[in-house]
C-alpha cells in the first residue's frame, strides 16, 4: 500500500478514537462531578524508502499516533442547591465509597439517605467516613456538614448537635494513573494510594457540575467529522489515481 494511504488510514483510526474520548465527555456534560478526557497525539516516524536517491531525512514517514487519554480534573462549576445533603468539594479532593468490588471515589456530591439510614451517593453506595459508614437515626433532623466533613444532627427534640461521623477526603500524588469505572467512580490504578486530604474543603448545599465545556466539545467533534470526511475524499482520490493508471499500464499497443 503506498505511504499516502497509509499515512492517511493512520490519521483516520486517530480521529476516531478521538470521536470516542469527545463523544463521552458531550454525553457526560450534565453528570454531576464528571470529569472530561481529553487525547494526546505524537509523531511516529516510520523509515521505508530506501533507494539511494533519497535523502536520509526523506526516507522517514511521518505518521499520527494516539499516545493516550489523561483526566481533565479541572474544577468544575458549582451550583447551589440548598439541599443539605448535596456537597461540593473545593479542592483536588474525592469522596470515598464501598462498592461490591472495594474502596472507589467519587466527586459526585449528589448525596442520600437509604432506608437504613445510611449515607450514600445517587447510585447507593456507601459513603465512607473516617471511622466507616455513616449512619443516621430516624429522629435525626437538621442536618449540618462542616467544611472539614464533620456530620452533625440535631436528635428528636434535643438542640445539642450529635455527631454522625466525618467524610473521608483523600487525594493522590498520581491522580494520572486513576481507572474511570461506571457510575461515575474511579478505580485505584497501578501504583496509586488513597492520601488523606486536609487541604480540601465542603460546601454543603451545592453540587459540583460537569467540568465539560459543550460548545469546546462540539466544536471539537465538528472538526473532527470535516477532518474525517476531507481524508477520505483523499484517500479515494488517491486510489482512482492508482487504479486509472494500473489500468493504463496494462493497456497494450496494437
Same mark, same amino acid.
Given at each position: 500500500?503506498?505511504?499516502?494511504?497509509?499515512?492517511?488510514?493512520?490519521?483516520?483510526?486517530?480521529?476516531?478514537?478521538?470521536?470516542?474520548?469527545?463523544?463521552?465527555?458531550?454525553a457526560?456534560m450534565?453528570?454531576?462531578?464528571?470529569?472530561?478526557?481529553?487525547?494526546?497525539f505524537?509523531?511516529?516516524?516510520?523509515?521505508?524508502?530506501?533507494?539511494?536517491?533519497?535523502?536520509?531525512?526523506?526516507r522517514?514517514?511521518?505518521?499520527?499516533?494516539?499516545?493516550?487519554?489523561?483526566?481533565?480534573?479541572?474544577?468544575?462549576?458549582?451550583?447551589?442547591?440548598?439541599?443539605?445533603?448535596?456537597?461540593?468539594?473545593?479542592?483536588?479532593?474525592f469522596?470515598?465509597?464501598?462498592?461490591p !468490588?472495594?474502596?472507589?471515589?467519587?466527586?459526585?456530591? @449528589?448525596?442520600?439517605?437509604?432506608? #437504613? &439510614?445510611? /449515607?450514600?451517593t445517587? =447510585?447507593?453506595?456507601?459513603?465512607?467516613g473516617?471511622?466507616?459508614?455513616?449512619?443516621?437515626?430516624?429522629?435525626?433532623?437538621?442536618?449540618?456538614?462542616?467544611?472539614d !466533613?464533620?456530620?452533625?444532627?440535631?436528635?428528636?427534640? @434535643?438542640?445539642?448537635?450529635?455527631? #454522625? &461521623?466525618? /467524610?473521608?477526603?483523600? =487525594?493522590?500524588?498520581?491522580?494520572?494513573?486513576?481507572?474511570?469505572?461506571?457510575?461515575?467512580l474511579?478505580?485505584?490504578?497501578?501504583?496509586?494510594?488513597?492520601?488523606?486530604?486536609?487541604?480540601?474543603?465542603?460546601r454543603?448545599?451545592?453540587?459540583?457540575?460537569?467540568?465539560?465545556?459543550?460548545?469546546v466539545?462540539? =466544536?471539537?467533534?465538528?472538526?473532527?467529522?470535516?477532518?474525517?470526511?476531507?481524508?477520505?475524499?483523499?484517500?479515494?482520490?488517491?486510489?482512482?489515481?492508482?487504479?486509472?493508471?494500473?489500468?493504463k499500464?496494462?493497456?497494450?499497443?496494437?
Open positions: 500500500m503506498q505511504n499516502t494511504l497509509l499515512v492517511g488510514l493512520s490519521k483516520q483510526m486517530v480521529l476516531e478514537r478521538q470521536m470516542d474520548v469527545v463523544s463521552n465527555n458531550i457526560n450534565n453528570t454531576n462531578g464528571y470529569k472530561a478526557d481529553r487525547s494526546l505524537q509523531e511516529y516516524l516510520s523509515s521505508n524508502a530506501h533507494e539511494d536517491n533519497f535523502a536520509s531525512s526523506d522517514r514517514v511521518s505518521f499520527v499516533q494516539d499516545r493516550a487519554t489523561f483526566h481533565d480534573f479541572s474544577q468544575g462549576p458549582t451550583e447551589e442547591t440548598k439541599n443539605p445533603l448535596d456537597v461540593a468539594i473545593d479542592g483536588n479532593a469522596l470515598v465509597v464501598q462498592t !468490588g472495594g474502596e472507589r471515589y467519587t466527586r459526585e456530591g @449528589s448525596l442520600q439517605i437509604n432506608n #437504613r &439510614g445510611q /449515607l450514600v445517587a =447510585s447507593g453506595y456507601q459513603v465512607l473516617t471511622a466507616g459508614p455513616i449512619t443516621f437515626q430516624q429522629t435525626d433532623h437538621d442536618v449540618s456538614i462542616a467544611a !466533613g464533620n456530620i452533625t444532627v440535631l436528635e428528636g427534640t @434535643s438542640r445539642l448537635d450529635s455527631i #454522625r &461521623g466525618k /467524610l473521608r477526603l483523600v =487525594s493522590f500524588a498520581q491522580a494520572q494513573r486513576l481507572l474511570k469505572e461506571g457510575s461515575n474511579y478505580a485505584p490504578g497501578e501504583g496509586t494510594q488513597a492520601l488523606p486530604d486536609t487541604k480540601a474543603q465542603i454543603q448545599g451545592f453540587i459540583e457540575k460537569s467540568n465539560v465545556n459543550s460548545v466539545e462540539m =466544536s471539537r467533534m465538528i472538526e473532527i467529522t470535516r477532518t474525517y470526511t476531507q481524508i477520505a475524499s483523499l484517500l479515494q482520490q488517491e486510489s482512482d489515481l492508482h487504479k486509472s493508471a494500473i489500468e499500464l496494462a493497456d497494450v499497443p496494437n
